[in-house]
C-alpha cells in the first residue's frame, strides 16, 4: 500500500510503531469529536484526568442524539456539555446545529488531518480525506488530553470505482453493494481506501454516505481521496484555504483490492434486521410500508433532501405511508428552506423534524406495531427503531421518496419523470452562530443537575475469576442488543447505577437482576460480538454490573477496545467448537487470570463445573492492554501514571 492516502496521514501522524498490519501504532489526533449520548462520560472521564484544557488541535462537542426531552434528564445533559465545553476548551454545537458528522464534514473537516470521535459514524469525513475514526468516550477523553490513539495497523483495502452510477443509483448503493458482497463482517481490522476513475464523479456529501456507512462492514474507517470534488465543497462552505491535494500515488500498491462498476449497480435494499441483508431492488418492489424516513448521517445531506424533494414535487404521499424528513444539519435545513424544497416536502405530505438524530435512534417516530419501515440510515438492528416487532428496510433517499408516493417499495427507475442531481451548490449558506467558541479562560462552573452521576470506580483485575455463566449469545450480537438506545433510556446515559438496569433489556429482561447479585461473572458470545455504536456505556454497565469476562468467537473492534478500557477482559476460544460446550447457568473459573494472560504462548484454562476438561481460550491483547485490565480499565491506569509522574518530579 505504498503511496496510499491512508498511509501518507498515518506517516504523518504516526508516533510510535510500524504500519505494518496487525502491529501496534499510536497517532497523533488532531480533531476529536463528541456527541451528547457519548458525550457525558467523556467529559466526566476528562475532568477525572484532572486537567485544565484539552490539549488536541480542535475539539467539538455535539447535541443532536438526546433531544426529546419528556423529562428534565437530556436537558440537564446539554447544560452540563455546554459547560464542559466553555470550561475545558471545546467548541460547542448547540441542539438543532445537526448531526455531529454532517456538521463536522460542513464547518470543520480538513483532508490529511486526523479525527476521533465518541461515535461509530466518524468516518463520515473520510469523504474529505480525513482520516476519522470511532472509538470509546474514554479514548477521545485520552486525546483530548493530547494523548495519541492506539489501534492495531489495519490493512488497507483499494475499492477501485469504475463508470458512473446511473439515473436514480447513488452512493447509497455503493455501500449496499460492500455489505452484500463483505457482510458486517466484512471490513474488521480494514481501511477501505476508493480510488479509481469512478471517484472523480461523486461530490463530497455522496463520498460522505459511502465512509459513514462503511462503519456497518466493521472497518476501523474509509477515505476518499482529496481532489477537485473536495476544493469545490470545500469552496462552497467558503473553507476553500482548508484543502489540501491528497491522491493515491499512481504505484500505490494494497493487501487487497476490490472492484465496483457504477454503471451496472442497481438500487439496493437492505431487509431487516441487519444492513448486510442486501438485495437488488427488484426483489422486494411492491412489499407494503407504512413509514418512510429520510434522514440520518449517512442521507440527510442538501443533496439528498434535493432529490427526495424533486421526486415527490407536485404529488402527495401514499395515505398509508407517514413521511418524515430530518435535515442533516442547519446548514441544509436553511438551504432546503431558501430553494423551496422544505415546502415541496409538506405539500407532499410529509412531517418535518428537527435537525438531529431522532428516529435512526428511536428518538421519536417509533412505527406501528407489525409494520415495515423504510429507511434512508444505515442501522436496522431488531427493536432499535422502539418497534420490537416492525420491520426496518434501508435504502437511498431516491428509493424512499419513490416508495412514499406508492405505499410500497418502488424502484425510481419506474417513476414517470426522472430528476437527477450530481453537482453541489456554488456555495453553502454559511451560519455558524449556533457554534459556540470555548470561554478564553478556564475560569467557568461546570453546571451538574442530578442527572449527572459521578463515574463508578472499578478495583483491579482480581487473581482469580470465578463466577456464573450469565448469558450465552449468538452471533453479531450489536450493542443495541447489549445496552438498547431510545427515548426511554438514552436520557440515563449520564447516570450508570440508572442505566445499567438496562443491559439487555430486550433480549433478557431479569439480565440486570440476576446480574447485579453475582460478582465475577462470565458471558459467552458467537462471531463479531459488540457489533454497531461505539458506546462504551455497553462495557461500562457490564462491569458495573460485576462482569468480569466476556468469551465470544470474535469481537467487534471498538467494543473490544471499550471492555478493555473499563477492565473486562475479551477472550476467544482455541477451538470454536468448544461454545456449544457451555451452558448458561455452569460455573466458570480461571485461575491467576494476570498470569495467564501474560504468556501468550499457551492457552488459557477455563475451568467449567459441569465438564471434566478445561476449555481452552486465547487472547489478542498487547501487553498494554493486559496492564490496563490488571489496573481494573484505563481510567485507573491513567491515574496511576500521573501519580508516579508526579512522584518522580517531586
Ligand atoms: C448509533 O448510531 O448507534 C449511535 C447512537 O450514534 C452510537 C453512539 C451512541 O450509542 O451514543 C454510535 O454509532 O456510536
Ligand atoms: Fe445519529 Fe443515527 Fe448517525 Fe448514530 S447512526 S450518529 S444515531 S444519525
Not at 444492513?275 to 407494503?288: C, K, N, Q, R, S
Not at 449469545?473 to 436520557?491: F, K, R, V
Not at 440508572?498 to 461473572?521: E, H, M, Y
Amino acid at each position: 500500500m505504498t503511496g496510499s492516502v491512508t498511509e501518507t496521514i498515518l506517516r504523518e501522524h504516526l508516533i510510535e510503531g510500524e504500519l505494518t498490519p496487525g502491529s501496534e501504532i499510536a497517532i497523533r489526533i488532531d480533531h476529536t469529536l463528541t456527541q451528547d449520548a457519548t458525550g457525558t462520560l467523556a467529559y466526566l472521564q476528562f475532568e477525572a484526568l484532572g486537567l485544565e484544557r484539552v490539549r488536541n488541535e480542535l475539539a467539538v462537542s455535539y447535541i443532536d442524539h438526546n433531544m426529546l426531552q419528556t423529562g428534565f434528564e437530556n436537558a440537564d445533559d446539554h447544560r452540563f456539555l455546554q459547560s464542559t465545553a466553555a470550561r475545558f476548551g471545546a467548541h460547542f454545537s448547540r441542539p438543532g446545529n445537526g448531526i455531529c458528522h454532517q456538521v463536522h464534514l460542513e464547518r470543520f473537516a480538513a483532508p490529511g488531518k486526523t479525527l476521533l470521535g465518541s461515535d461509530s459514524h466518524t468516518p463520515t469525513a473520510g469523504g474529505m480525506g480525513m482520516l476519522a475514526i470511532g472509538a470509546g468516550g474514554l479514548d477521545i477523553a485520552m486525546a483530548m488530553a493530547g494523548e495519541p490513539f492506539i489501534l492495531e495497523m489495519p490493512t488497507v483495502v483499494a475499492v477501485r470505482l469504475h463508470g458512473a452510477l446511473m439515473p436514480m443509483v447513488s452512493a447509497k448503493d455503493i455501500i449496499l453493494e460492500l455489505l452484500r458482497r463483505l457482510s458486517v463482517r466484512g471490513g474488521r481490522g480494514r481501511i477501505f481506501e476508493y480510488i479509481g476513475p469512478g471517484v472523480d464523479g461523486l461530490s463530497v456529501p455522496e463520498r460522505a454516505t459511502i465512509t459513514n456507512m462503511g462503519a456497518e462492514l466493521g472497518a476501523t474507517t474509509s477515505i476518499f481521496p482529496s481532489d477537485e470534488q473536495t476544493r469545490r465543497y470545500l469552496r462552497a462552505q467558503g473553507r476553500e484555504l482548508t484543502w489540501r491535494r491528497l491522491l493515491a500515488d499512481a504505484a500505490g500498491s494494497y493487501a487487497e483490492e476490490l472492484a465496483i462498476d457504477l454503471t451496472t449497480l442497481g438500487p439496493l435494499v437492505a431487509l431487516p434486521h441487519s444492513p448486510d441483508h442486501v438485495v437488488p431492488i427488484t426483489g422486494v418492489v411492491g412489499t407494503p410500508i407504512q413509514q418512510v424516513a429520510i434522514g440520518s448521517c449517512t442521507n440527510s445531506s442538501y443533496r439528498d433532501l434535493l432529490i427526495a424533494a424533486k421526486i415527490l414535487e407536485g404529488h402527495s404521499i401514499d395515505p398509508s405511508v407517514s413521511l418524515v424528513v430530518s435535515p442533516g444539519s442547519r446548514q441544509a435545513f436553511l438551504m432546503a428552506e431558501r430553494e423551496g424544497v422544505i415546502e415541496t416536502f409538506v405539500r407532499a405530505g410529509a412531517r418535518i423534524l428537527e435537525s438531529a438524530c431522532g428516529p435512526c435512534i428511536g428518538m421519536g417516530q417509533a412505527p406501528a406495531s407489525g409494520s415495515a419501515s423504510l429507511r434512508s440510515f444505515n442501522r436496522n438492528f431488531s427493536g432499535r427503531s422502539g418497534t420490537a416487532d416492525a420491520g426496518v428496510y434501508l435504502a437511498s433517499p431516491e428509493v424512499c421518496a419513490a416508495s412514499a408516493l406508492s405505499g410500497r417499495i418502488s424502484d425510481p427507475r419506474d417513476l414517470e419523470r426522472i430528476p437527477e442531481v450530481r453537482a453541489i451548490p456554488a456555495a453553502y449558506q454559511i451560519d455558524d452562530s449556533q457554534i459556540l467558541a470555548p470561554a478564553p479562560t478556564s475560569d467557568v462552573a461546570i453546571v451538574r443537575g442530578p442527572n449527572i452521576a459521578p463515574l463508578p470506580t472499578f478495583g483491579p483485575l482480581p487473581a482469580t475469576v470465578a463466577g456464573p455463566l450469565l448469558k450465552k449469545l449468538g452471533d453479531d450480537i450489536s450493542t443495541d442488543d447489549i445496552l438498547p438506545a431510545g427515548a426511554e433510556i438514552l436520557p440515563f446515559r449520564s447516570n450508570i447505577p440508572v442505566l445499567a438496569r438496562f443491559t439487555f433489556k430486550r433480549l433478557d429482561p431479569s439480565f440486570a437482576t440476576r446480574a447485579a447479585a453475582q460478582s465475577g461473572s462470565f458471558i459467552v458470545a458467537g462471531r463479531n460480538y459488540g457489533q454497531g455504536s461505539s458506546r462504551e456505556h455497553a462495557a461500562m454497565v457490564l462491569r458495573y454490573l460485576g462482569v468480569q469476562v466476556v468469551i465470544a468467537e470474535s469481537f467487534a473492534r471498538i467494543h473490544a477496545a471499550n471492555l478493555v478500557n473499563f477492565g473486562i477482559v475479551p477472550l476467544t476460544f482455541d477451538d470454536p467448537r468448544d461454545l456449544q460446550l457451555l451452558q448458561e447457568g455452569d460455573t466458570l473459573a480461571i485461575e491467576d487470570i494476570a498470569g495467564a494472560l501474560a504468556v501468550e504462548s499457551v492457552p488459557i484454562r477455563l475451568e467449567v463445573s459441569r465438564l471434566e476438561r478445561p476449555v481452552l481460550l486465547r487472547h489478542q491483547l498487547t501487553e498494554r492492554q493486559i496492564a490496563i485490565l490488571q489496573a481494573g480499565g484505563l481510567l485507573n491506569r491513567a491515574r496511576r501514571a500521573d501519580r508516579s509522574k508526579a512522584a518522580a518530579l517531586a
